[in-house]
């Protein structure tokens, strides 16, 4: 019975199934997650590495936010002064030094007190006026020549051109001048050879009258009657002194009066 059984189900497995009765509804396939397999890396050496030091960037990081302050006012900064380096000096020689001169002190006799040094007036310096017209007598002259007014300190030979008193020879016309810096010859040349020929005037030299100087009579055209320029050197012995005479200069002869017992 049971080797009847084992045949009759081989036989039935045998036995073909038709395919209406096989289920035509099948199974949607489940998709299944493939994970990678990630490849075991490779050995690596271990390599101990140090950590630079960071360094302050003179450029601002951007990505920091800027916190919004109150703007404070800019501070000048005041510039240095700059040093000079001192030059050397030269080694000087020691300066001798006057010692202060003594004032004289006068004691009154009747109070025994003392009383003050004498006060010093300084003189007077020479005047500096020009002459401040273009003739004498129709002699040409120069108007910014300075006007002598104390003959005696700027003439050389004053006793010529003075009176025993200190005025003016009486013969001298008009007033005198004086003309720094230039010689008798030279104010001749420069100045009176051309204009004395200008004014119509006939020039004879005639010497001199002091030493150092000339002499020269003008007689003007029409007229007999002759005027002379004298021309001396002033006391400094740079410039020259300018008189006009109506006629021959001589100097002044002083009389003495004697009293007869």
């Not at 000087?92 to 006799?109: G, H, K, M, R, V």
């Not at 009383?115 to 002459?131: D, G, H, K, R, Y």
């Not at 012995?237 to 002083?254: D, L, Q, R």
């Amino acid at each position: 019975m049971w080797l009847a059984s084992i045949g009759l189900h081989g036989l039935l497995l045998l036995m073909p199934i038709p395919s209406s009765e096989i289920s035509t509804t099948k199974k949607p396939q489940e998709l299944v997650k493939l994970t990678p397999v990630k490849p075991s890396p490779a050995p690596v050496n271990r390599v101990v590495k140090t950590t630079p030091t960071p360094v302050a960037s003179s450029r601002p990081n951007v990505q920091q936010k800027v916190l919004a302050t109150k703007p404070t006012p800019p501070t000048v900064a005041k510039s240095p002064r700059p040093v000079v380096a001192p030059s050397p000096q030269k080694p000087t020689s020691p300066i001798a030094i006057a010692p202060p001169q003594q004032t004289e002190i006068e004691l009154d006799p009747k109070n025994q007190e003392l009383l003050p040094p004498p006060q010093v007036i300084p003189s007077e310096a020479p005047s500096t006026a020009t002459i401040a017209t273009t003739e004498i007598n129709g002699v040409p002259v120069d108007p910014s020549w300075q006007v002598v007014e104390q003959p005696n300190e700027v003439m050389a030979e004053a006793q010529m051109f003075t009176q025993p008193d200190g005025k003016l020879n009486p013969d001298i016309v008009g007033k005198v001048a004086q003309v720094p810096d230039k010689s008798p010859d030279t104010v001749f040349e420069e100045f009176f050879r051309l204009q004395l020929e200008i004014a119509n005037f006939t020039v004879e030299p005639s010497g001199t009258y002091v030493a150092g100087g000339g002499l020269y009579k003008l007689t003007p055209k029409g007229s007999d009657i002759p005027l002379y320029l004298a021309l001396a050197p002033d006391k400094q012995g740079t410039g020259t002194v300018v008189t006009i005479w109506n006629k021959y200069p001589s100097p002044v002869e002083s009389t003495e009066i004697k009293v007869l017992n």
